[in-house]
């Protein structure tokens, strides 16, 4: 996507280097740092505009990990591509904690990332221009219990509240809202959400519904919306009976 803004975020220099002279061989506007300290004062000081972030995990200093985190809570939703280091699925899931939206493995092949890349732009692209497909699930507004997510707006509302998402916080939901009243199991959400075919601990998922709770549900503690099907996964009910 030429003229795409595109943050660096790698302290091994040859490798900024070399992403820097391939994507902006690819059009894209390429700014480069080498610490998360410095990646964090870009974003979150109001000056640069990002469409998209490539992040290192293992970084001096603050790590992937914890920008991620920082950028999310200070409500810079900047698209993340984050590098984990190959056989570690563990940083896949912590990055998805964190707040990344998609990661490569190291070393990855060039024409991997520019995919990965352009794959995030375009998401984004989908979610911001509300572009709806066919069935009823992928159109940009979907109402439940009395609050509403916005798919293109990237946007969950509640009684005047409106917590922001993660584009994979929306795709959880949408995966979740898409099969309503079926149990889906932590396996299958690892696979269609985050494609993830590694033989992965599931724990982060846990956690990421946790997140979700607090966003949909009155009472996190007693969900009604985001239930736990034990031995299996999780079913998410749109409208539940009253509870006597
Ligand atoms: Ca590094």
């Known amino acids: 996507m030429n003229g795409a803004r595109v943050l660096v975020v790698e302290d091994e220099e040859h490798l900024a280097a070399g992403l820097r002279f391939n994507l902006e061989a690819e059009g894209y506007t390429v700014e480069t740092v080498g610490d998360g300290e410095a990646a964090l004062e870009l974003l979150l000081g109001g000056g640069a505009d990002f469409d998209v972030m490539v992040l290192d995990v293992m970084l001096p200093g603050k790590d992937g990990f914890e920008v991620a985190k920082e950028m999310r809570a200070a409500g810079c939703y900047v698209p993340v591509l984050m590098l984990t280091a190959r056989g570690r699925p563990e940083d896949v899931l ?6 990344a939206d998609d990661y490569l493995p190291k070393p990855f092949e060039l024409a991997i990332l520019l995919a990965r890349l352009n794959g995030l732009l375009r ?39 409106v917590v922001r998402l993660t584009l994979m916080e929306a795709e959880l939901l949408r995966y979740l809202v898409g099969n309503a009243g079926r149990p889906v199991s932590r396996r299958e959400i690892l696979e269609d959400v985050w494609n993830l075919r590694e033989d992965t601990d599931t724990r982060a998922i846990d956690n990421f519904i946790v997140r979700l709770r607090r966003h949909v549900e009155d009472d996190p503690s007693s969900p009604r919306h985001l239930l736990t099907v034990r031995g299996v996964g999780y079913r998410f009910v749109p409208e539940p009976a009253e509870q006597t």
């Open 94 to 99: 912590r990055g998805f904690e964190a707040g």
């Open 123 to 161: 998401r984004r692209e989908w979610h911001s221009r509300g572009q709806r497909r066919q069935t009823n699930v992928e159109t940009e507004l979907y109402s439940f219990g009395g609050k509403t997510i916005d798919f293109g707006a990237l946007e969950l509302r509640a009684r005047g509240r």
